[in-house]
């Protein structure tokens, strides 16, 4: 495991370390085991109820499989006795079986959204019930079509036993017990395959063959009774849990409200929220009336949602490998059982074996055993070799260690068929193709126990139901289909709500979600809509005035697929000698403000390039004209060409590319070695869902359409207190601006706020091992809303891994040569995003001395424009190759800090270093050199908007008056450490000074307010950043209230970036420039809160060693034997 390649992959949970004296809640009940997913405190989960409650509904589902595999197969049994009375050839009835098949192939996807949409028991009573009417018919039928349709209708029935049972098992139990469970369930398929078979063979022989399926009809009608009462619905949507909480079982699999990452589905409306804790107080548990209740879920249907489920596995099963490869190892193994039931009946009948009815049906002892000792193998034995492992990896568990038990029924299963097959046509005698078949039941057993537990610990449960709901829900309301979805979204309470439930002082607030949508083309109607998801009802609905929301990616595509066939596009391409449209690209950006359309349409501008070849790089061929079009009409406005003195400028042909296959032979991967990144005994970091520890670090991680990662309740433990402080509620980048420094036309509209604009979950990229993360990772995916409703995966969104970071402290006492030094570790968590052509790499990082730090290391592609041969780059821009022009830019972020330093009520304090104002010589400073640090408090929100001074090395400190460090008596706090904080350069009543007023100022401090989140306003796109525009408010507007934001709850935007004036190092592509802001304790704890952390000698250091020790060695050998 110590392996720089290793990967903690999707599903990967924490299931403890093996030491039996851990206890809590959220372990079983050994106290050796911790529980995932985390049970909430209703006992109306079904992770919660009784054992007695989860076995009672889950042999009820057993049974029913059984009696499906029955049915299905027990038929092989009568094909004599039935062939014999009826004429029936024996094609016709293995047409027959193959007919129960692809009833059962086309069932799973016409009717496994039923399970979603209505639950589990409405549609586990219309398929016993219709096995029933099934098993009646199959006793009195009399021709072939009869015969054929009702093998059709049972396999039909049949397939919801095996669109159900898995979700079963997740509703009801936990990661290190689904194996075990599953294996249960292949018992019961394996009985019903081949057990079933010994008495429907003496009921052959003694009541003849149509009273086998009679009795099918009574046993089907018994469990019919038994789902009425005694099966209880397990489907559970935690509508009433808060933002962050683990949805209650991962696989409801497409179903549950809350999952993955925050539900990293919703633009962010509010503060993002921890988990409940478990001692809150307990919702009433259901009756056994409310319990046994069949139509509960029936609110949910739509033919929307259940053709959305119908389709949706075609594409999972394309794009998850865990889907695809349970679905191929299953499909097979079906293929096999098929095999041996229907050739067994025909060729155990003939000579040289002639068995009898009952003789057919004993055969089946052979498989049978072999499939009970793979159940057994690949259930119980596989949940306890996962447990083991984990054990073994300081309690990491990922779903890909159940398949390391898939060897031995591997080889098995195929040797056990060659035996069978080889044997019959030998006329080996019977005893030989028994033990073949019992080898085959074997794996027939095991394998499907394993990969079906292997893709319910691996499947992600999205957040896709959710945004389904809201989206049908809101396309009831308006009575129409013609929506645009730019967003869906979370609408959590308010904070003073939230404050009160989770104090128990008052009731839990209903689930909202939040979305905004657009109708109409040419004058596109704008709507924020709130739905309260606990009544399933939308509360409001609010059309806006002269404002546009984010453009999404589908919005972005538009551009260059209808530009590319414009004529107007076309002629200008022509002019300049391109006439192959394929090899020009567009890179859409919001246009700013364009007053030739104000707010009547939703606008793009269009940058374009040249690309010689699929992998060229664009940027160094770039045209010289814009094109505007509009988003909702998909119609190009306008093709704006820039002339120069009446010319026309050429495409710079010159090549400038850096992909490998341009480079060849020119790397020297000779001139470094590797490095391999080894943690042996596991990370240091466990995750719960989706919060985490880490070194005494606490907090939740979230994920978001517009703001990408989201930190939330970060809290710290202080090791001389021995208690848990809070520092921050919630973390986030809100906005950046780039603002492009050349007046000439078209860079004056280039202004993009990436956040606001476009959305920088959106942009977000799926990271790669070893390339954009590097050691022993821990990724988490992104679920995404699309513009019809639907949702996106973004794999590996999030990256998760420590580094070391240098050192932590270090002393040598010069008079003893006694050296103290310790090595300190950062926790990484980060994301990269692609804003068409920057790339931003966000890395939030937390250090053992309690120090958070924002690192943003911009990379990429410089925004080219082609020079006319009478232009000169300068003084606004650098001609960066041949021809190509790279404009002066900037960029600025907003990084918004919600503290809650040790308590609620905050002050920010500013901080200056100045010279003491006592003269030389005086009593005070004799002799000058006193200098302090002058502290001056924000009062109101117009105090709160400051910037920084290089001259006194400013600083703020978010301190906490209420709470004093014992030692200093000073107030506990955090100071804000901002050195890398540019002005915005853009002059005042500018276009980009108005739009981007956040940039102004290097911070801003408010009075926290529910639903005030971004600085530029939450409608970016087109904004005219007019102050006290109703529908679209900015840090501006909040500031002019001049509210009090002393001793309060308070919130920071802290503005910091880089001016970048374009280097002909940056081209082709920029080698990656950091840029930061740090939060750092400053009289929050009694002393150096990392004093826990073992000194480097204590510490075993395997790995490090001297750069040429074998050099050295050889020359001190050379030198002994001279000697």
């Known amino acids: 495991m110590a392996d720089s390649s290793w990967e903690l992959p999707p599903g990967t949970v924490y299931l403890g370390n093996g030491h039996s004296d851990i206890s809590g809640s959220d372990r079983d009940v050994n106290g050796r085991v911790f529980l995932h997913p985390q049970p909430s405190n209703d006992p109306n989960e079904p992770l919660n109820w009784p054992i007695h409650e989860k076995a009672a509904n889950f042999s009820v589902a057993c049974l029913f499989t059984l009696m499906v595999f029955a049915t299905l197969d027990i038929g092989t049994v009568t094909w004599n006795a039935m062939g014999s009375e009826l004429g029936f050839e024996p094609d016709f009835l293995n047409a027959s079986y193959a007919a129960a098949l692809a009833g059962l192939a086309v069932g799973c996807v016409l009717f496994a959204p039923a399970a979603l949409v209505f639950g589990r028991k409405p549609v586990y009573l219309c398929a016993t019930l219709t096995m029933v009417l099934v098993n009646v018919g199959q006793a009195i039928f009399k021709t072939k079509a009869q015969y054929i349709v009702l093998q059709v209708l049972a396999g039909l029935a049949g397939s919801i036993n095996d669109t159900i049972i898995q979700i079963s098992i997740s509703d009801l139990f936990f990661v290190h017990q689904r194996a075990t469970l599953t294996g249960i369930y292949t018992t019961m398929v394996v009985i019903g395959t081949y057990l079933s078979m010994i008495p429907a063979g003496y009921i052959v022989m003694n009541q003849g063959w149509r009273w086998v399926w009679w009795w099918c009809a009574i046993l089907n009608s018994v469990i019919l009774i038994l789902f009425l009462f005694a099966y209880g ?97 299953y499909s097979f193994i079906l293929c096999w059982v098929a095999v041996l039931a229907t050739t067994q009946p025909i060729l155990f009948a003939q000579p040289p074996y002639n068995f009898s009815s009952i003789g057919v049906g004993n055969i089946n002892v052979a498989p049978f055993i072999g499939a009970m000792a793979g159940s057994a193998y690949g259930g119980p034995l596989n949940d306890l070799y996962v447990v083991f492992i984990a054990w073994r990896r300081e309690g990491i568990y990922h779903p890909e260690t159940r398949l390391h038990m898939l060897i031995i029924p591997m080889l098995l299963m195929p040797l056990g068929l060659f035996l069978y097959g080889i044997s019959i046509a030998k006329s080996q005698p019977w005893i030989v193709p028994l033990i073949g078949s019992g080898l085959a039941g074997f794996g027939i057993g095991a394998v499907p126990a394993i990969t079906l537990s292997y893709f319910a610990d691996s499947y992600h449960p999205l957040s896709i139901e959710e945004i389904h709901l809201v989206a049908n829900l809101i396309r009831q309301h308006a009575a129409s289909d013609r929506l645009k979805f730019n967003c869906i979204t979370l609408h959590e309470p308010t904070k003073a709500e939230y404050t009160a439930f989770r104090s128990h002082a008052g009731p839990r607030p209903d689930r909202r979600a939040f979305a905004i949508v657009i109708q109409g083309k040419h004058s596109p109607q704008v709507s924020e809509v709130v739905v309260n998801l606990t009544s399933r009802q939308v509360e409001s609905w609010k059309d806006l005035a002269n404002v546009m929301p984010t453009l999404t990616l589908d919005d972005l595509d538009v551009t260059e697929q209808i530009a590319r066939k414009d004529p107007r596009v076309i002629e200008v391409c022509r002019e300049i000698g391109i006439t192959d449209m394929s090899k020009v690209y567009f890179d859409a950006w919001a246009i700013g403000i364009d007053e030739r359309w104000g707010f009547e349409r939703r606008l793009q501008q269009a940058l374009p390039y040249y690309r010689s070849s699929r992998y060229d790089n664009q940027y160094a061929h770039p045209l010289d004209f814009t094109v505007v079009t509009d988003t909702e009409a998909q119609e190009i406005l306008s093709v704006d060409v820039r002339r120069v003195n009446g010319e026309r400028t050429a495409v710079p042909r010159d090549e400038h590319n850096y992909l490998p296959q341009f480079i060849g032979n020119s790397y020297r991967p000779e001139r470094l070695k590797p490095i391999d990144i080894t943690q042996p005994q596991g990370v240091s970091f466990r995750m719960n869902g989706n919060e985490i520890d880490w070194a005494g670090f606490k907090m939740h991680i979230g994920f978001n359409y517009r703001e990408g990662l989201v930190l939330s309740d970060i809290r710290a433990h202080d090791p001389y207190e021995e208690r848990e402080r809070m520092l921050f509620n919630r ?393």
């Open 233 to 329: 619905e397990t489907r559970y949507r935690k509508s009433e849990c808060f933002i962050g909480e683990e949805p209650s079982t991962p696989a409801a699999v497409l179903e549950d409200i809350e999952k993955k990452i925050d539900t990293a589905t919703l633009c962010p409306d509010a503060q993002q929220r921890i988990p409940i804790p478990s001692e809150q107080r307990t919702p009433t548990r259901k009756t056994y009336i409310q319990r046994m209740t069949i139509f509960g879920s029936f609110s949910d249907f739509s033919v929307h949602s259940y053709w959305q489920h119908m389709w949706r596995p075609f594409i999972l099963f394309f794009r998850i490998p865990a889907v695809a490869f349970t679905a191929i190892e």
């Open 731 to 1123: 973390i986030s980048v809100v906005e950046m601006v780039v603002p492009y420094g050349c007046p000439k036309p078209p860079h004056h509209k280039k202004h993009a706020f990436d956040v606001g604009e476009y959305g920088s979950g959106l942009m977000t990229n799926s990271l790669k091992l070893g390339c954009d993360c590097k050691g022993a990772i821990h990724y988490l995916d992104a679920v995404l809303p699309t513009a019809t409703g639907e949702a996106s995966i973004i794999e590996n969104a999030v990256c998760i891994h420590e580094e070391d970071n240098g050192l932590l402290y270090k002393h040598t006492d010069f008079r003893d040569g006694n050296v103290i030094s310790a090595r300190d570790r950062k926790l990484v968590i980060s994301q990269i995003i692609t804003a068409a052509n920057y790339e931003y790499a966000f890395y939030h990082t937390f250090t053992l001395d309690g120090t958070y730090k924002l690192e943003i290391k911009l990379t990429g592609m410089l925004n080219t424009y082609p020079l006319h041969p009478s232009e000169q780059a300068a003084p606004y821009g650098t001609e960066v190759a041949r021809g190509i022009d790279a404009q002066n830019h900037q960029h600025i972020f907003s990084l918004r800090v919600d503290p809650e330093i040790d308590g609620p009520t905050n002050t920010v304090v500013q901080s200056d270093a100045v010279p003491s104002e006592e003269p030389v010589g005086s009593e005070a400073n004799p002799y000058g050199n006193g200098f302090y640090a002058k502290k001056t408090p924000l009062r109101t929100a117009k105090e709160g908007a400051t910037n920084y001074c290089h001259e006194t090395s400013r600083t703020w400190d978010i301190a906490n008056p209420n709470r004093l460090n014992p030692v200093s008596k000073k107030p506990v706090s955090y100071k804000i450490l901002n050195n890398n904080c540019p002005p915005l350069l853009a002059k005042p009543g500018s276009t980009v000074y108005n739009r981007a007023a956040f940039a102004r100022k290097s911070l801003w401090v408010l009075p926290y307010r529910d639903y005030e989140l971004f600085p530029a306003g939450r409608y970016v796109c087109q904004s005219t950043g007019e102050e006290g525009h109703p529908d679209n408010e900015t840090v501006v507007d909040w500031m002019n209230r001049d509210e009090g934001i002393e001793n309060t709850d308070i919130v920071c935007y802290v503005q910091f970036g880089l001016t970048h004036f374009p280097r002909t190092e940056d081209f082709p592509i920029m080698p990656a420039e950091p840029v930061s802001v740090m939060l750092r304790a400053a009289n929050f704890w009694q002393k150096n809160p990392a004093l826990w952390v073992p000194a480097s000698d204590l510490v075993r250091d395997v790995s490090s060693r001297d750069a040429f020790e074998k050099v050295v060695d050889a020359g001190r050998r050379l030198q002994n034997a001279k000697l």
